[in-house]
């Protein structure tokens, strides 16, 4: 595929510039990220963009679609990946944090489990 069909979506990213502009909540990002090869994800609302298809980085997607950031999980001796999910193909990928992602961000996905607890949380002290 060699053309794309919406041009209006085009991140200056895809030409190889230095930065791109997050679909979510318009912060222009610097594609340097610490502790990552590559960002693939906005360090203020953590939202991505469906770009990869079966590698990190290969943009191979034609799905351009945001990803939500639903999740996050924990990996080895601690290292935190954040799981997205597609809002256009519902597709899930799991992501590294950066190391200047926004903490709070961070910390409102991890909890958000915890704040919506499917049974009330007294019946743990009855088990
Ligand atoms: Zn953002
Ligand atoms: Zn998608």
Request: hydrophobic share 35%.
């Given at each position: 595929m060699s053309q794309r069909r919406d041009d209006r979506s085009r991140s200056r990213a895809d030409q190889g510039a230095r930065s791109f502009r997050c679909h979510h909540c318009r912060l222009d990002v610097s594609l340097w990220a610490p502790g990552t090869q590559h960002r693939n994800h906005c360090p203020n609302c953590l939202y991505s963009r469906h770009v990869d298809d079966r590698l990190p980085g290969d943009r191979a997607s034609e799905c351009r679609a945001r990803m939500e950031p639903i999740a996050i999980a924990?990996?080895?001796?601690?290292?935190?990946?954040?799981?997205?999910?597609?809002?256009?193909?519902?597709?899930?990928?799991?992501?590294?944090?950066?190391?200047?992602?926004?903490?709070?961000?961070?910390?409102?996905?991890?909890?958000?489990?915890?704040?919506?607890p499917p049974f009330p949380l007294e019946h743990l002290t009855r088990l």
């Open positions: 924990v990996r080895g001796a601690g290292e935190w990946v954040i799981v997205h999910r597609c809002t256009g193909c519902a597709e899930l990928s799991s992501n590294r944090t950066a190391g200047d992602d926004n903490p709070l961000s961070l910390m409102r996905i991890a909890t958000r489990p915890l704040a919506q």
